[in-house]
């Protein structure tokens, strides 16, 4: 029973280079999210799919995008990474974006930008 | 807007007593409330959810937590710490039930000691 699968688990980078997270989730939910998590800053939302074809932005979006690939998968791009970047990143589904459906989340990209 | 806030980053306890997580929210309308639980090097799980059916919700490994609209808080406790309960809890709200205005705390560190 995988839930939500993130890659890489550790990724190191340099400034101004550019990257793909994946993630992928098997447990058929519809909406799908990107959270940021810094020490003692709690999880900040970076752009939330609440249905396969829709992307919205959060709290955070800035110096990222995102693609829904399918029902399956939702990817974060880093088009030029910066130092303020570095954080621990989770992918996190839900069967709806209401009906307090709980989040279920991955086991997270610890990423360093250099 | 909402928030939320958790009074002290780090609570120790030791193995058997009490636990008393604290947690205040900010909002205009009827919030939806979560408690998450953190093991290290994980993603976030759910330990329990208000949404107003029972002031008093039980969660999952002893946990519960009682919504108190007068003090505007949400609690979490659990009557005796067990070594495997330390972890990262954080609380979270969101309005109208979305998901995707889902709002986390900084978190709290929960110690054990023998």
């Known amino acids: 029973n995988a839930g939500v699968t993130q890659t890489p688990k550790f990724q190191v980078l340099k400034t101004g280079q550019s990257m793909t997270l994946q993630c992928a989730q098997d447990m058929n939910h519809n909406s799908m999210y990107w959270y940021r998590q810094d020490p003692g800053m709690g999880l900040r939302l970076i752009y939330y799919?609440?249905?396969?074809?829709?992307?919205d932005k959060g709290e955070v979006p800035n110096g990222y995008n995102v693609s829904r690939l399918n029902k399956r998968e939702f990817s974060l791009r880093l088009e030029s990474a910066a130092p303020s970047q570095t954080s621990v990143y989770f992918c996190?589904?839900?069967?709806?974006?209401?009906?307090?459906?709980?989040?279920?989340f991955g086991n997270g990209t610890r990423l360093t930008v250099t | 807007a909402q928030s939320v806030t958790q009074l002290g980053s780090h609570v120790s306890v030791s193995e058997g007593a009490l636990v008393l997580l604290r947690c205040n929210y900010s909002?205009?309308?009827?919030?939806?409330l979560f408690w998450y639980v953190q093991y290290p090097n994980q993603g976030l799980q759910l330990l329990l959810k208000?949404?107003?059916?029972?002031?008093l919700v039980k969660g999952i490994n002893g946990f519960e937590a009682e919504f108190k609209k007068s003090e505007t808080s949400f609690h979490l406790t659990k009557p005796s710490a067990h070594m495997s309960d330390a972890a990262e809890y954080f609380c979270a709200v969101s309005l109208g039930g979305s998901q995707g205005n889902l709002i986390f705390g900084k978190g709290t560190k929960l110690s054990v000691k023998p």
């Open positions: 208000y949404t107003s059916a029972a002031t």
């Open positions: 996190a589904s839900s069967a709806d974006l209401f009906n307090n459906s709980p989040l279920h």
């Open positions: 799919s609440a249905s396969e074809g829709t992307t």
């Open positions: 909002s205009s309308v009827p919030p939806y």
